[in-house]
């Protein structure tokens, strides 16, 4: 039970902070010297809990905390308290209707390691339950709630195609994406004011190890028989899943302090200057740039 236990919460650490991953993606962020700001995302993006492999290896850490605890930890077992005689206290036998109202108190104080596990690991995703059949209406429902997301939609197995659109003034740090109820993830993009007015832009999310689901499926944990996440082994997975392919660009009338694109900043049009990154999992590293918006 222990060794399920510990696959189970190492699958929802990975979770925590690799909950939405990149697919195939085009993107860009555009900034001015007024202080203003748009931000545009449409492609895929993957919801890794909801993938088969996840929710698989979720299932598997429950059912076998849920167990008797052979090979680990022993279970805790319900114990019978003593029933006395009214007036004297004398111990007696407790009647059947004692003992299932006992057995009842003690299920509700006490519930299972595998209860605790699963509740610990929706606490992770936001109250979001894997398992529940509909739980790719509720997620796509949860971030057409959100501001700037025009489409959401499920393709299955945890992929959505989406289209993100927003704008804004830089009086405020910018983060996407933002799940509600979700503090601990990766995010795509983060757009950081300075105190002498330079913003720096880092895309942490486009990462290569990140985006990269053949990366990630080494992360999982092993099943049975040398498998990874219920796959042959040798095999991802996350098989069938769409691979970090995108391109992202950052275009600006400010003035670009440092970058590391492959080819710096390009002229683009009425005055500004274009950054470009092909993001896939051969790039090198997370797009940065530092630049003074006036």
Known sequence: MRLRLMM?????AILAGCLLLPGKFDSALDIRRDGTFHFHYAGEVVYLPLTEAARSQMKQGHNGAAGNGSGGDQAEVFTEQTCTKPGSGEARPCTADELTAQRHAWDARKPDAGDRSANAAMAMLGGLN??????????????????GWRKVVSRGNGVFDVDYDISGRLDHDFTFPTLEHTPLMVPFLTVTRRADGSVRV???????????????????????????????AGQSPLKGLPIM??????????????????????????????????????????????????
Do not use: C
């Open 8 to 12: 189970l919460a190492a699958l929802s």
């Open 130 to 147: 894997p398992g529940d059949p509909n739980a790719a209406t509720t997620f796509a429902d949860g971030l057409r709630r959100q501001a």
């Open 202 to 232: 880092e895309a942490p999310g486009f990462a290569p190890g990140l985006g990269n689901m053949g990366a990630m499926s080494a992360m999982l944990p092993l099943g049975s028989g040398g498998t990874v996440g219920g796959a042959k």
């Open 245 to 294: 392919d995108g391109t992202f660009a950052v275009t600006t009338d400010g003035t670009i302090l440092t970058n590391n694109t492959e080819d710096g900043p390009v002229p683009a049009a009425a005055g500004s200057q274009r950054l470009s990154w092909k993001i896939n999992a051969g790039h090198g590293a997370a797009p940065t740039a530092l630049i003074r918006p006036n």
